[in-house]
């Protein structure tokens, strides 16, 4: 008997970003929607017609989305805020939700659990009026069904769809339960309507982030409604990235069809199976968020131990999670040694195609299957004969004290008080300044080889040269260079690195018509000679002033790359931290005073159940602080992280011991700053005071209010004032205002301080 085979989700986002193109022509007034339309419907039948070909049983509909599917979710319940009401024409509404339009302002959008992807956060409100709108789920059903293709239908649970809600009215997402329920239960009404039997995939990620007890209690309420009503619906709940073991337990006592775990990031999930004998188990082993090719050993002992509970004829072969996550295929790849360990979306089709004809008991010879399982070892990171990992380099670094710095920080703050002589108050920046087209036709011209490395870095140099003129004029204490000859924070210091590898085409959806391209780390990460060292000394012989050595931090680089899966992230965390450590040694010897580490996505790394967290900050932790051990005691160490929400990590950041920490508060304000100062916390702090992400300049008093409102809860001695972020993304014309503005404002609090000191 063949084993059943599933892809939980495939990317839309297009083999050559198809839909990229289409949608941002479409905005532009550039084509008309039908275009849109027309790229979107050739878009599905080929993402259906490729995982036919692979045999696959189980293939998804509605999984596709012109922007987002929480976004297509709010459509689908109608949950369309007060603000967008006005909007008659549909796409217009749909897309002005996602982008704004006029006055009406976007809608939030935050991370899709510890991925890169972001989804629109629904916003519920008592005054809504929850209406059933099933064309989207229905039309792509009956596209697919004309290609011959019995789709399974993917929506996103009523669970998750609360628990990632907010609510406008103070009252709390969950109590919309019994509003949203009913469009549910009618939603499913019109499917069973649909075709004699069909497969519901419920998305319920929710389960996996510590259930609450208020989740789980709705849990056996949802799908006994939702499995009751009539027709020839079967349902199959789905998690992923984790365990979602609390919840499995209470679905096994409802009359769903199918369960769907993910047995890789979710280990836990072995647990469950022992309340699921009766279940149809949709096992997620092929990863659905890394490149590397699938382990096939691995993944058949694992299904030999799914095995144990549940009959073989009850399981089916999937996908950790959607291929979203995925880029789109191998193929456009070009040739060299790392390609043929990759798998991307269609790969892994085929890879869950092949793992079930290998489970299967008659679908393969046992010498066609050895075959198979060898030739797979030989195209794994772990193969030993692997010649893409080089030994020996990894950790070539530089003498070091020790695991970390040596001191307190009321030791170095001593010395380095000493030793930088800065005004109470100093202001600085966070790094970069305008990405302007110049710069960007300049990097894209030396990459073709229309131009030199000599032109490049003639005007690299010029930037750098107008960039501290500029801030020597306004008055800032501590410069920085500007980053000009970086596109990417963390690309910049890959393709420096060795053991890092870029893809030509491995996009893959971030939100909306963005993607990103994350660098793959597959070898041993070293530094072969220093990255920044002459751009931050060329930038500091411009100026007296302390001009800050501007590196990306160890916990990022790895965040935000897809990471070799043959040996633990802590491990290559520890790598990438000593080759940093290499950096901070050679910029500290070039006589940079300050050395800025940015740990943009230290926060987003945190693992989804708590009790993985310890984990987690250990390692990171100990490889932030091994970046920076290098330092001299007189040598100022900053960390920047976007955000302001440190509650409940504020340990690992007094741990990671930064003599200061910049951060992001100009919008959110003292009410998150708190926790510094309820826990006393000794290091210096520069707080947000000019919000970035708004094009907006504040005037001289804003800042000062804004400067004043964060001393009642800084200390005056240890306080920087700067803008929430870098500046890479806005104009020249939007900032040279704004921070001339806020120095303006340090200096006239700093003024009043003094005075109110004197007197
Ligand atoms: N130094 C970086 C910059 O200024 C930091 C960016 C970030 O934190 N995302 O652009
Ligand atoms: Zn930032």
């Known amino acids: 008997m063949a084993v059943k085979t599933l892809i939980t989700g495939f990317p839309r986002i297009g083999e050559q970003r198809e839909l990229k193109k289409v949608l941002e022509k479409y905005w532009a007034h550039e084509a008309p929607f039908d275009e849109v339309e027309a790229a979107a419907r050739t878009l599905r039948k080929n993402h259906w017609r490729l995982q036919k070909d692979a045999g696959i049983d189980f293939i998804s509909s509605n999984d596709f989305s012109l922007y987002d599917n929480m976004l297509d979710t709010i459509v689908m319940l109608n949950a369309v805020p007060e603000r967008f009401a006005g909007i008659r024409d549909k796409q217009e509404q749909y897309f002005a939700m996602a982008r704004g339009s006029g006055k009406a302002a976007a809608m939030e959008m935050t991370k899709w659990f510890n991925t890169n992807y972001h989804f629109i956060v629904p916003e519920l409100c008592g005054g809504m009026d929850f209406r059933l709108d099933p064309a989207k789920i229905k039309s792509e059903y009956r596209e697919a069904k004309d290609l011959g293709v019995a789709a399974k239908i993917n929506i996103i649970g009523p669970l998750t769809f609360l628990a990632l809600s907010k609510t406008k009215d103070g009252g709390e997402s969950f109590d919309y339960f019994d509003k949203i329920m009913p469009v549910y239960k009618q939603l499913l009404g019109e499917i069973a309507k649909l075709d004699e039997s069909v497969y519901v995939q419920f998305d319920e990620p929710a389960f996996v982030r510590n259930p609450s007890e208020k989740i789980l209690s709705l849990v056996q309420r949802a799908y006994k409604e939702l499995a009751g009503v009539s027709g020839g619906i079967k349902i199959m709940v789905t998690s992923y990235f984790e ?69 073989r004829e009850q399981i089916i072969v999937s996908t950790t999670c959607s291929l979203l996550h995925s880029p789109y295929s191998v193929r456009n790849e070009p040739a060299g040694p790392v390609k043929k360990y990759l798998a991307f979306a269609c790969e892994k089709v085929e890879e869950v195609s092949v793992l079930a004809k290998l489970f299967s008991s008659d679908c393969l010879s046992g010498a066609e299957k050895s075959r198979l399982i060898e030739e797979n070892k030989r195209n794994l990171l772990s193969d030993p004969n692997s010649g893409l990992i080089k030994d020996g380099k990894a950790g070539d670094g530089p003498e070091l004290p020790g695991k970390s710095r040596r001191g307190t920080y009321a030791e170095r703050s001593v010395i380095q008080r000493r030793r930088l002589n800065l005004p109470l108050l100093p202001a600085t920046t966070i790094g970069s300044f305008p990405q302007t087209p110049e710069l960007r036709k300049a990097r894209n011209n030396y990459r073709r080889g229309l131009i030199s490395a000599a032109e490049y870095e003639g005007e690299i140099k010029n930037y750098m040269d107008h960039c501290v003129a500029f801030q020597e004029e306004l008055g800032l204490d501590v410069l920085v260079h500007g980053e000009p000859e970086r596109n990417d924070m963390v690309e910049y210091f890959g393709e420096l690195l060795e053991g890092f590898h870029f893809t030509r085409n491995g996009w893959v959806q971030s939100y909306g018509s963005r993607c990103v391209k994350p660098p793959l780390i597959f070898g041993a990460v070293s530094r072969p000679e220093p990255m920044t060292v002459k751009w931050i000394r060329y930038a500091q012989s411009k100026t007296k002033k302390p001009m800050k050595g501007m590196l990306t931090g160890p916990v990022t680089i790895l965040n935000w790359s897809f990471v070799r899966n043959d040996i633990p992230r802590a491990e290559v965390a520890r790598q990438i931290a000593l080759a940093l450590a290499g950096e901070v040694a050679d910029l500290q010897a070039a006589g940079i005073k300050i050395i800025q580490v940015d740990e943009a996505a230290f926060r987003e790394g945190y693992p989804l159940r708590k009790e993985n967290t310890g984990e987690y900050e250990r390692w990171a932790l100990e490889a932030f602080r091994l970046a920076v051990s290098a330092a001299d005691a007189s040598t100022q160490i900053h960390t920047h992280m976007c955000y302001s929400e440190f509650n409940d990590i504020i340990k690992t950041i007094e741990a990671m011991d930064a003599d200061v920490i910049t951060i992001e508060t100009a919008r959110s304000g003292n009410k998150l700053l708190k926790i510094f100062e309820e826990t006393a916390y000794q290091n210096e702090i520069g707080p947000g005071v000019y919000d970035i992400h708004s094009p907006r300049a504040p005037s001289v008093s804003e800042f000062r209010e804004q400067i004043l409102a964060r001393l009642e809860v800084i200390d005056k001695d240890k306080m920087w004032v700067n803008p929430d972020c870098g500046l890479k993304t806005r104009k020249w014309e939007e900032v040279r205002p704004a921070l001339k503005n806020m120095v303006e404002a340090a200096a006239a609090v700093r003024e009043e301080l003094s005075r109110a000191g004197k007197s």
Do not use: M, Q
């Open 243 to 311: 365990h979602a073991l609390e919840a499995v337990k209470l679905l096994c006592d409802t009359p769903i069809w199918g369960i769907g775990l993910d047995f890789l990031y979710g280990g836990r999930n072995f647990e469950g199976l022992e309340y699921a004998a009766s279940k149809n188990i949709i096992a997620g082993l092929v990863d659905g968020r890394n490149i590397w090719r699938n382990d096939i050993s691995a993944s058949l002992e694992l299904l030999e131990r799914i095995n144990k509970t549940i009959p």
